[in-house]
């Protein structure tokens, strides 16, 4: 059955919202593509005053009726080449109930009007290389891997923990 999708940009302040976010993010956090760990009782208790103190972020939501089914968590950066800002998608989640009935598609399109709405000059994310169903649907709506010369080759995605 087809959902009937209500997509909303997230309220930070609301707690329906917040419950669903982070339910949704902690649902990604335990499937093997986030990690297969549960979020820490620090994530869950701290991010919803987190997500809201940074003007800098913002999330899609995604829900069918009442039931949330899809998220996307996005960070505003910036583009020195472009000197403008650039939008990172960095969180996509569809619950599994949910999945194969465009909902990410549709969120990424509202967050792309969102970037827009911010002056951003492109939308930037990373995937798992094994994750082909999303590399599919991200390629599907104009994403491409990044390089600037093709002698170069394509960039790769790094990181570097820092102890707190």
């Not at 009782?41 to 919803?48: E, G, H, K, S, V």
């Not at 911010?118 to 990373?126: I, M």
């Not at 990044?146 to 995605?157: C, E, N």
């Amino acid at each position: 059955m087809q959902a009937q999708l209500n997509l909303v940009q997230a309220n930070y302040a609301d707690a329906a919202h917040m419950a669903a976010l982070l339910g949704l993010l902690d649902g990604y956090a335990r499937d093997p593509m986030g990690g297969g760990e549960p979020l820490s009782a620090f994530a869950l208790q701290n991010l919803p005053a987190a997500l809201a103190g940074r003007p800098t972020l913002f999330s899609v939501l995604a829900f069918d009726s009442t039931l949330p089914v899809g998220l996307i968590n996005c960070v505003e950066g910036f583009s020195t080449f472009a000197c403008q800002p650039l939008v990172n998608v960095h969180d996509v989640v569809v619950a599994a109930s949910h999945r194969g009935q465009g909902i990410a598609e549709k969120m990424l399109v509202k967050v792309e009007a969102i970037a827009r709405e911010r002056g951003a000059c492109k939308l930037t994310l990373e995937v798992l290389s094994g994750n082909h169903s999303a590399q599919k649907l991200y390629r599907r709506v104009g994403f491409d891997n990044y390089q600037l010369d093709p002698g170069m080759g394509q960039a790769q995605f790094m990181q570097k923990w820092l102890s707190s």
